[in-house]
């Protein structure tokens, strides 16, 4: 079984940073795609940013140029560095793992994180 731990939430004033972070463990071979996702309350869940095992960053529009995703391959681990805040940006953010292995011939899943809350006041 695999599962992702997010920290790093929290309240922040407009303008200023939180870095999140996510840790999947169990037993994982590989994993293709990871990224976070948001969802406030009232609107779909939506992607922020994702990242290949090869390092190609994706990020949603309204993000660019304010948050940088990163990853580290070999403890399997994304973190999310926001930065500029605003208060649009308030939500709860899941961590996402998208072709998660746990052996080279094994199928592949998807895994999320039980979220964090973000809160951006103004």
């Known amino acids: 079984q695999v599962q992702l731990v997010e920290s790093g939430g929290g309240l922040v004033q407009a303008g200023g940073s939180l870095r999140l972070s996510c840790v999947a463990s169990?037993?994982?071979?590989?994993?293709?795609?990871m990224g976070w996702y948001r969802q406030a309350p009232g609107k779909q869940r939506e992607l922020v940013a994702s990242?290949?095992?090869?390092?190609?960053?994706n990020y949603a529009d309204s993000v660019k140029g304010r948050f940088t995703i990163s990853r580290d391959n070999a403890k399997n681990t994304v973190a999310l560095q926001m930065n500029s805040l605003k208060p649009e940006d308030t939500a709860v953010y899941y961590c996402n793992a998208d072709g998660v292995r746990t052996r080279a011939t094994s199928p592949s899943y998807r895994y999320w994180g039980q979220g964090t809350q973000v809160t951006v006041s103004s």
């Open positions: 990242i290949t095992s090869g390092g190609s960053a």
């Open positions: 169990g037993s994982i071979f590989s994993i293709d795609v």
